[in-house]
């Protein structure tokens, strides 16, 4: 996938599914100023996403989403920005054709966190990215191997724990931003946490990007129409324009 490099780059996430009216909040996001999407494919058990995503899984799957559903709707809207899946490797690894379906749907990347280093062979060939996770724990030599094998841009979780807004930027970010980006040629975008303009701004000065999740969701959950989500992103983007 192509990410600009003459800016930050602006990478919200969104749940597919999780609303009736979702692919509306994704036009209004890439109206916002979002440089690519990751849209969450639902499933029963997201042991890494926080309180806010569950919700929004929970939400999606009790609508009726399907994946085939999902897909279908993002072929609707392709081709204006980036788009990259996420989801849980128990979806991946029981259809040989996931892949591919991704990417006949207007996929252009893919993120599976619970998929081990060691087991991610099979798909770096596939016609779509596939986006590595590093974190602060992750060793030197680890993170050698992800910065190489990475696809597309490289993923830094700035906490040990799940998805979910928070008050201030972890400290961890600055070091895990350090230690990636002199080990990878392509964008590193910091994600996990990040909620609120000035965090964008202050994650943006350290890395080439940042993924914002959580903070995204719990509007759409509460209500928010797609116009009040555009503006959210649209501060976001003013933010790190700005910083």
């Known amino acids: 996938m192509k990410l ?19 692919t509306d909040h994704l036009r209004a996001l890439v109206d916002a100023g979002a440089d690519a999407i990751e849209i969450g494919l639902p499933f029963s058990d997201p042991t890494l996403d926080g309180a806010t995503i569950q919700e929004a899984t929970h939400a999606a799957l009790t609508r009726g989403a399907t994946l085939r559903g999902i897909l279908t709707r993002v072929s609707e809207v392709a081709g204006t920005v980036p788009l990259v899946a996420s989801t849980y ?16 749907a207007g996929f252009d990347g893919l993120i599976v966190p619970d998929l081990p280093l060691e087991e991610c062979a099979e798909f770096e060939n596939q016609d779509l ?20 094998r990475s ?6 979780v700035t906490v040990m724990g799940t998805t979910g807004e928070r008050e201030t930027l972890a400290a961890s970010a600055a070091d895990l931003a350090r230690r990636l980006t002199t080990r990878s040629d392509l964008p ?3 994600g996990f946490g990040i909620s609120t303009p000035a965090q964008a701004a202050q994650a943006a000065q350290l890395a080439d990007g940042v993924v914002i999740g959580a903070a995204i969701m719990r ?9 009040e989500l555009g503006a959210y992103l649209r501060s976001i983007r003013e933010a790190m324009d700005e910083g």
């Open 219 to 227: 509007r759409v959950l509460d209500g928010a129409a797609p116009a």
């Open 151 to 156: 696809r597309g841009f490289v993923y830094a």
């Open 188 to 190: 590193v975008l910091l």
């Open 129 to 148: 990215d596939l986006v590595l996770l590093a974190s602060p724990a992750t060793t030197d030599e680890r993170l050698d191997e992800i910065a190489r």
């Open 89 to 104: 490797a128990n979806l991946v690894v029981r259809d040989r054709a996931f892949c591919s379906n991704l990417r006949d």
């Open 4 to 22: 600009p490099s003459d800016h930050k780059i602006l990478m919200p996430y969104l749940t597919g599914g999780a609303v009736a009216d979702w």
